[in-house]
């Protein structure tokens, strides 16, 4: 019963653990947290992060109080960081994991630079890991949906998502 339960454990707390993004590398605007606004630019009081928004065009109106305009956004966080495992036939040393760090697939304009609306990523897709949908959004950061408001309430209806991060998508 205990080996069962270990055997379980080690198979889905990895799963877990790899749907959370680690403050020190969050990307974007969390509702919740200390940041310095400027004009342009806002800094993440926590990890130092730099977003910078810089509006292309005019804002266009779309009706009751809504509008919409093109901009162009930063992120310094720049790098994915993943541990990739090597076993002693590759590492001279034995077993070992080692921090590998890639650009980020999120920049589509130049490196750190995201043009567009955001998008939305499918369960167990490139970028998202994780078992639920998540919307990227135009600044880099994720926002992860669930079928409850809160976590602990009863099922909710499938059809309707929400997020948890005070943005309440």
């Known amino acids: ?6 055997l379980l454990a080690t198979l889905v707390l990895p799963d877990v653990l790899l749907a ?6 969050a990307r974007g605007f969390e509702p919740g947290k200390a940041y310095m606004v400027g004009d342009l630019d806002v800094v993440n009081l926590f990890n130092g992060g730099l977003s910078l928004t810089v509006p292309l065009g005019p804002s266009f109106p779309v009706g009751g109080g ?20 090597y ?10 994991r080692v921090a590998v760090a890639e650009p980020t697939w999120r920049s589509n304009a130049g490196l750190g630079w995201r043009f567009g609306f955001g998008d939305l990523l499918a369960p167990a897709t490139v970028g998202n890991e994780g078992p639920t949908w998540t919307y ?24 309707v998502l929400y997020t948890r991060d005070n943005t309440y998508l």
């Open 66 to 85: 809504f509008s919409y305009s093109f901009r162009l956004t930063y992120s310094s966080q720049v790098w994915d960081h993943t541990f990739e495992i």
């Open 1 to 6: 019963m205990k080996r069962t339960f270990l």
């Open 87 to 96: 076993t002693s036939c590759q590492y001279p040393y034995g077993d070992s």
């Open 20 to 25: 959370q993004t680690h403050p020190n590398l």
């Open 136 to 159: 990227l959004s135009p600044d880099g950061a994720e926002h992860r949906f669930y079928q409850t408001l809160h976590e602990g309430e009863n099922d909710g209806d499938a059809s």
